[in-house]
């Protein structure tokens, strides 16, 4: 079990990046997804959530309305799409999975996830 994330760089206050996270080795179906990020001196928080099915989705309050998470099960591969990139955005963002027999449920604590990937790491310049 793989999680893979990409799409991270550096971009001005205001623009869009969209990461994405490449699963490999099991059913990703059967799998509840998340976001979250890391910011330096911080501890890691909830960024976005989707339930295994995609049609359940949870997002912090801090990234709502900016950010969209969406999910492609044959492709085997979950999105974040930035939008209006803030300066506090700056963040290691990590990918995250667990299986679930739940279809609508979605996890927004660190511990809820079994699956890690390495993180992409987006800076938000002012």
């Known amino acids: 079990v793989q999680l893979q994330a990409s799409g991270g760089g550096l971009v001005q206050a205001g623009g869009s990046l969209r990461l994405s996270c490449v699963s490999s080795g099991w059913s990703f179906n059967t799998y509840a997804s998340g976001w979250f990020r890391q910011a330096p001196g911080k501890e890691r928080e909830f960024v976005a959530a989707?339930?295994?099915?995609?049609?359940?989705?949870l997002y912090s309050d801090s990234v709502k309305g900016r950010f969209t998470m969406s999910r492609d099960n044959a492709g085997k591969t979950v999105y974040l799409q930035l939008d209006s990139l803030k300066p506090e955005d700056t963040a290691i963002y990590y990918c995250?999975?667990?299986?679930?027999?739940?279809?609508?449920?979605?996890?927004?604590?660190?511990?809820?996830?079994?699956?890690w990937g390495k993180g992409t790491l987006v800076t938000v310049s002012s």
């Open positions: 995250a999975a667990l299986p679930t027999f739940s279809t609508i449920r979605t996890y927004s604590r660190p511990n809820d996830y079994q699956y």
């Open positions: 989707m339930s295994k099915n995609g049609g359940s989705t």
